[in-house]
């Protein structure tokens, strides 16, 4: 977590910066990347603490909040970094900003709940084609929402000792 958190610190101005496409003819078009406010997190339970740094760093540094909702199968992981934010804003005497980050711990209806909230601006979600389906039916519920969903878990992390290889 620490070393993908450090190399995207390490290049977050150089692509948070605006992008300038054009400037001639009297027209400069600008990509200029604006925070979206508040976003949920909702990791896959097999590699919460990747899954996570790879949306959670990019939001925070991008100016968000972020509401994390971790698998019911690894709820510590939330509550870890959420400890280990906390600490953190501490040490950098920034008290203040602890409300960037919180950590929930939800069922499936209270989920839709909230991915459905009208001031939730953007969902991440990492699991199953059917969790990903509810996500995105109950993301639209309440106008518009970026999601970004990576579904069906199809990158095995091991091969075991009876699998038929061959096949």
Same mark, same amino acid.
């Given at each position: 977590?620490?070393?993908? @958190? #450090?190399?995207?610190?390490?290049?977050?101005?150089?692509?948070?910066? *605006?992008? &300038?496409?054009? *400037?001639? !003819?009297?027209?400069?078009?600008?990509?200029?990347?604006?925070?979206?406010?508040?976003?949920? =997190? $909702?990791?896959?339970?097999?590699?919460?603490?990747?899954?996570?740094? !790879?949306?959670? $760093?990019?939001?925070? =540094?991008?100016?968000?909040? &972020? $509401?994390?909702?971790?698998?019911?199968?690894?709820?510590?992981?939330?509550? $870890?970094?959420?400890?280990?934010?906390?600490?953190?804003?501490?040490?950098?005497?920034?008290?203040?900003?602890?409300?960037?980050?919180?950590?929930? =711990?939800? #069922?499936?209806? #209270?989920?839709?709940?909230?991915?459905?909230?009208?001031?939730?601006?953007?969902?991440?979600?990492?699991?199953?084609?059917?969790?990903?389906?509810?996500?995105?039916?109950?993301?639209?519920?309440?106008?518009?929402?970026?999601?970004?969903?990576?579904?069906?878990?199809?990158?095995? @992390?091991? &091969?075991? #000792? !009876? @699998? !038929?290889?061959?096949?």
């Amino acid at each position: 977590f620490k070393e993908r @958190a #450090d190399y995207m610190i390490s290049i977050a101005k150089k692509e948070l910066d *605006d992008k &300038v496409l054009t *400037d001639n !003819n009297n027209v400069k078009k600008i990509i200029k990347r604006v925070p979206f406010g508040i976003g949920v =997190i $909702i990791p896959a339970w097999n590699y919460p603490y990747l899954i996570t740094a !790879n949306s959670l $760093i990019p939001s925070l =540094i991008a100016g968000n909040t &972020v $509401i994390f909702k971790g698998s019911s199968q690894t709820p510590s992981v939330g509550i $870890i970094l959420k400890e280990t934010m906390d600490e953190t804003l501490e040490d950098m005497e920034e008290t203040d900003l602890k409300s960037i980050f919180s950590n929930l =711990i939800l #069922d499936h209806k #209270d989920t839709q709940y909230l991915v459905r909230h009208k001031d939730v601006k953007y969902i991440n979600f990492t699991g199953s084609v059917e969790g990903g389906k509810q996500i995105l039916k109950s993301s639209m519920e309440n106008g518009f929402k970026s999601v970004t969903l990576e579904l069906g878990g199809k990158d095995s @992390a091991y &091969v075991c #000792d !009876n @699998a !038929n290889l061959k096949l």
